[in-house]
C-alpha cells in the first residue's frame, strides 16, 4: 500500500522560509514524478511543482523563482522562499506510480504566512 507522510508547514510571517518534505512508502522503484499541489479555501487545487525520475522540474507561475523542488529517491521536498500571504493554503504531495496513471495523494500540511 502505497504512503505518502507530509511534514514541515507551519505558520511563518511574510519574507520568511519553510521547508515541506514528503516521504513515499510502498513503492520498490523510483517514482516517474512526484510533487506537490495547493488548494486555498474556496479556490481550486494548483499546481505547484513538480519533479521527474530523471529531476526535470516544472512550476507553477505564481512560485517560480522563490520555490524549489528536489528529491532524494522517494522523499520530494519543497524549499520555500519569500513566503507571502498569498501562499498560504493547504499543501498537497503526490505523486504517479507510471506515466498516465492516477496519482496518489498525501494527507495535506497547513502552510500560513501572515504578519
Known amino acids: 500500500q502505497v504512503q505518502l507522510v507530509e511534514s514541515g508547514g507551519g505558520l511563518v510571517q511574510p519574507g520568511e522560509s519553510l521547508r515541506l518534505s514528503c516521504a513515499v512508502s510502498?513503492?520498490?522503484?523510483?517514482?516517474?514524478?512526484m510533487g506537490w499541489y495547493r488548494q486555498a479555501p474556496g479556490k481550486q487545487r494548483d499546481m505547484v511543482a513538480q519533479?521527474?525520475?530523471?529531476?526535470r522540474t516544472n512550476y507553477g507561475n505564481s512560485v517560480n523563482g522563490r520555490f524549489t523542488i528536489s528529491r532524494d529517491k522517494n522523499t520530494v521536498y519543497l524549499q520555500m522562499n519569500k513566503l507571502e500571504p498569498e501562499d498560504t493554503a493547504v499543501y498537497y504531495c503526490?505523486?504517479?506510480?507510471?506515466?498516465?496513471?492516477?496519482?496518489?495523494w498525501g494527507q495535506g500540511t497547513q502552510v500560513t504566512v501572515s504578519s
Open positions: 503526490y505523486c504517479r506510480r507510471g506515466p498516465f496513471m492516477t496519482p496518489d
Open positions: 510502498g513503492i520498490g522503484y523510483s517514482l516517474p514524478e
Open positions: 519533479i521527474t525520475g530523471g529531476a
